[in-house]
């Protein structure tokens, strides 16, 4: 089953505790809004702008990103994959 | 009887548990929104953008896609069948 | 007594019970918010975009239509006609 | 006296119920807002758009229009009229 | 002692009661918001607009204005006038 | 220490009351929104406007203007300067 | 581990008590909103503007700046080094 994102919109599988070890990102305990780490699985055509021009998205396959602890919304396949639907702007920085 | 969506709007069909199971989504049982499953029946023209371009939607009929679950307007034919109407940025992802 | 809407308005005429059987749309009583059945009966030019150009609206005299049931601006003539006035964008479908 | 309304500001006279009736406007007793009627007395020259562009509104003096009861500001001459200064988008219809 | 204004920014002399009735603007005791009368003492270049182009205001130096009661900052110079400072929006006719 | 500001911020130091009564400002205790004084110290480039034109600040360095009370933010550098970073659009007036 | 932020997102590290001595920001006890020094170490390609342009950020990298002290995202590698992703609007001023 493919799940094919549309407009500004990012699938991203979220990548847990051990995977956000070994690269190296570490999220320190404060009052400050976290970032989550997860790999871009799928990216829709981009963002439709108000000159008609379609901006495609930063991010592409494969990249390793940092993303907003709150944003998008969860879906899971019948096979137990889970993923996240993002907006492109709800992503801060690919990481490498 | 046909009903024709105006502008960025969709007319869909939710699917119901069953077609969810057998396309293969799974919605987790969690805090965050839950997408819901639908079969696009009819599209809108587009969006109009303020150069004056009208916006062809990405998707089209037949396709099925994920929509935010507090999303659009019902509306029911006498023929019992029940639709919703959805604007295009509602709808999340096609799936196939 | 004539009644020419202006920019992106529309005056619409609400079908009754009657009516919106025979066309064959029935409103499910759920709790999403229910759509009213109406035909056309005066379009504006269409609303001014921001480059100056007038988007001429979808719907013509005499469609179906399908609106947001809390919509608009009721007037009624003194030949006891009772009209809406909608803006475009709360027209969600033509139906036919 | 001259009041000359600027940008997409419209001078109106508010027509009393005996007017109201010669043209034939009803306004129904019921909880939706409730349009009132008014004769142009001057027009701004128009909305300026953010391409530049000065949009000539659509209504021209001595129109009878239909407008939201709650809106403008009113203003009265020291011969005793009272007038209305509406913006052109408070106006939902020209009657005849 | 100067003071001009910046961008749709317009420099105004509010006019007492006795200017008022010279000028034949009376303000009825209504519910409704009540506008003043002032004198143009100058005026900004414009507002910019999105497209770069500066919007020369409409009013100019002398002119006689309505605005809103509780638009605009009072300023007032050592020599005791009082003066107050509005955007060009805020102003809604030009009397004579 | 040099402080550039960035886009359409603009540096500037508030005047005490000493400098306000030379250059002739007076702000009368009223319920209205007090501007204070201030001389400009360093500008932005300017705004980036959707076109994509940098609109090039109205004020210069040195110029005396007026600002809202509440505007910006409070920056002193360790020689015990005290200055203020607005946006341009806080700003009201030149003054001369 | 690079982070490379997106858009109009800016990478910084936020300088300590220490750094801010030597460079001479002093931020004073008041009521009003205090920035914090930052450096920045990366910068993304910078805003989408309508018009379908990228914006390049006035920031570059080794820029000493001051930013809103609520502002960005914080962030922390597995070596200890803590850093903070703003958005280039947060960005107050560069500081030499």
Do not use: H, N
């Amino acid at each position: 089953m493919a799940i094919k994102p549309l407009g500004d919109r990012i699938l991203v599988k979220v990548l847990d505790a051990k995977d956000k070890t070994e690269s190296g990102i570490y999220l320190p305990d404060s009052a400050k809004e976290k970032p989550q780490e997860a790999e871009i699985i799928a990216v829709g055509q981009g963002k439709v702008l108000e000159s008609g021009k379609v901006q495609a998205p930063e991010v592409k396959v494969k990249d390793k990103v940092l993303f907003g602890k709150y944003s998008g919304t969860a879906v899971s396949t019948k096979e137990g994959e889970e993923y996240l639907i993002l907006r492109e702007d709800d992503i801060l920085a690919v990481i490498s």
